[in-house]
T-cell receptor, first 114, second 112 residues
Framework: DQQVKQNSPSLSVQEGRISILNCDYTNSMFDYFLWYKKYPAEGPTFLISISSIKDKNEDGRFTVFLNKSAKHLSLHIVPSQPGDSAVYFCAASFFRNAGNMLTFGGGTRLMVKP | DSGVTQTPKHLITATGQRVTLRCSPRSGDLSVYWYQQSLDQGLQFLIQYYNGEERAKGNILERFSAQQFPDLHSELNLSSLELGDSALYFC???????????FGPGTRLTVT
């Protein structure tokens, strides 16, 4: 039972354009959502997060949108740069037994072409 | 650099053996999490420790165990290793009350 899904395994975008990465979840108990970026042979790097009480959070070129009714979140990168080429994971969490384990999607490989 | 360190970076061992992976969290972080990334399963939560106590458990096999020491470093012990245990093992840490987790560079385990 995959509770967090990233349906696009890959995305190719031209440098300077917008990259939109999507993520869907099924568990309505999730109350915190995160995006991570991962290069090969490195650990995931935290990018941006959003609480379920918000519908948008922005940090520089990165904006995350949350649509709770649709159980959908997206990450917008504007403008896209070649250095953004990596695998992007969305993750969700809820506080259970005071823990906040992350449930990850399968990842989307973003390729930004110069 | 996230501030989370993991050793060793690579580990090659044979089936049936036992290994120990080590993690040091960021300074001040009391929570440590272990995740496994395999080709077919993606990133999966294994276990969390908070200030020395087990706090949450995921789909961790009985052959696997972990602990967190008084200096807050953590070790993940994998025993009776099988070929299917070959994976990347990541440690992450966080501040209490924060949703963000910061990941180490991982340990690549290869079981032959």
């Amino acid at each position: 039972d995959q509770q967090v899904k990233q349906n696009s395994p890959s995305l190719s975008v031209q440098e300077g354009r917008i990259s939109i990465l999507n993520c869907d979840y099924t568990n309505s108990m999730f109350d915190y959502f995160l995006w991570y970026k991962k290069y090969p042979a490195e650990g995931p790097t935290f990018l941006i997060s959003i609480s379920s009480i918000k519908d948008k959070n922005e940090d520089g070129r990165f904006t995350v949108f949350l649509n709770k009714s649709a159980k959908h979140l997206s990450l917008h990168i504007v403008p896209s740069q070649p250095g953004d080429s990596a695998v992007y994971f969305c993750a969700a969490s809820f506080f259970r037994n005071a823990g906040n384990m992350l449930t990850f999607g399968g990842g989307t490989r973003l390729m930004v072409k110069p | 650099d996230s501030g989370v360190t993991q050793t060793p970076k690579h580990l090659i061992t044979a089936t049936g053996q036992r290994v120990t992976l080590r993690c040091s969290p960021r300074s001040g972080d009391l929570s440590v999490y272990w995740y496994q990334q395999s080709l077919d399963q993606g990133l999966q939560f294994l276990i969390q420790y908070y200030n020395g106590e087990e706090r949450a458990k995921g789909n961790i096999l009985e052959r696997f165990s972990a602990q967190q020491f008084p200096d807050l470093h953590s070790e993940l012990n994998l025993s009776s290793l099988e070929l299917g245990d070959s994976a990347l093992y990541f440690c992450a840490s966080s501040v209490e009350g924060s949703g963000e987790q910061y990941f180490g560079p991982g340990t690549r385990l290869t079981v032959t």
